[in-house]
């Protein structure tokens, strides 16, 4: 099972411990999120084994260590990804969260579809937004080989219907935009080179007119793909533009390096929304998992969860 390079890099740069969250989210789930999964915390045998597959930075891994350290409990938890993962390393300013991340068996590059663990040996497995990006009939199969009798599997899904996949599909129509259909960033490279080369040589015509060229040329651009823009793009479209206005309004060195970074980020970022958009849940998709797993031997829901009056997700519940 490949590995995508840009989950090895998000993980390796994201200072937050779950994905889609920032801000003070970037702490862990919180809320309604969090207690749903303290549920299924709460009715384990105090020295249960977990395991949080497609962990990331291991949100749900510290949640339980959480849970189990508040409740006195002894679980022996273990968080998998098939990305190059390393919280360890990511964390190592943050002494807190560094303790809560030791008590934790961090396993990278370890695709759900091949799980180093014993047949009928873990309790509980979770996954927040994970087990669907795997082949999810392979990953299936193997987790019902590690499951212990009585054992639980839940998995919360993305859903086509969410707000989050709606939020999608808007930044991979502006990121399109931005970073294949037209040359966006080649342009701003030309615009802020000659606004440098304009600060180093004073009142020279032939660099102002260039400037002004290539500043005419990224306003026909900007207006053209903003044209083909909607209310739901305008973050995006906000995001990408204010970061590159603001180098340049300040074309000091370093702003090529720092345009290359966003470029390779947005790509990055593409990537990401683009596997997201592949994972989420349709009908056809339900279906074809509801009829995959009427052939295995275990008990099986599936849900639609709601996290504070809204959408949230596809839960899948097996119970070996
Ligand atoms: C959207 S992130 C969710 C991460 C984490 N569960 C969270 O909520 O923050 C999806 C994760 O699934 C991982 N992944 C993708 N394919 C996988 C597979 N076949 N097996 C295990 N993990 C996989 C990715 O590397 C990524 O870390």
Known sequence: ??????????????????????????????????????RYFAALAPAAILVD?????????????????QQQLAFDIHATD???????????????????????????????EQLPFPDNSINLITS?????????ELAVTELLRVLAP?????????????????DCLAGIKVLQLFLEQKPFFECARQLISSLIQQQLS?????????????????????SSIKQQLKEEHQLWFTDVMAKVAK???????????????????????????LDQRQAAFNADKLAALQAFLQQQACHFSLELLEIENQLFGQVLIIQK
């Not at 004073?202 to 900007?222: D, G, S």
């Open 1 to 38: 099972m490949q590995t995508s390079q840009h989950w090895n890099d998000y993980w390796l740069h994201s200072s937050s411990l779950s994905s889609f969250a920032e801000g003070t989210a970037a702490a862990g789930y919180q809320g309604e999120l969090l207690a749903f999964w303290q």
């Open 53 to 69: 597959i497609g962990t990331g930075n291991g949100a749900i891994a510290v949640a339980a260590r959480q849970f189990s350290n």
């Open 82 to 112: 098939a990305a190059n993962i390393n919280p360890l390393v990511t964390f190592a300013h943050n002494a807190q969260l560094l303790d809560v991340l030791k008590q934790i068996k961090f396993y990278p590059c370890c695709p759900a």
């Open 128 to 136: 927040q937004f994970a087990l669907e990006y795997a082949n999810i």
């Open 150 to 166: 009585m054992g639980t599997l839940v998995a919360v899904m993305h859903h086509n219907d969410t707000q989050l996949a709606q």
């Open 202 to 222: 004073a009142a020279n015509p032939a660099i102002q007119r260039q400037c002004q060229q290539h500043n005419q040329q990224l306003l026909t651009l900007v």
């Open 247 to 273: 180098l340049i309004m300040q074309p000091a060195e370093g702003a090529l390096q720092a345009l290359e970074k966003y470029e390779n980020q947005y790509k990055a970022n593409l990537l990401r929304l």
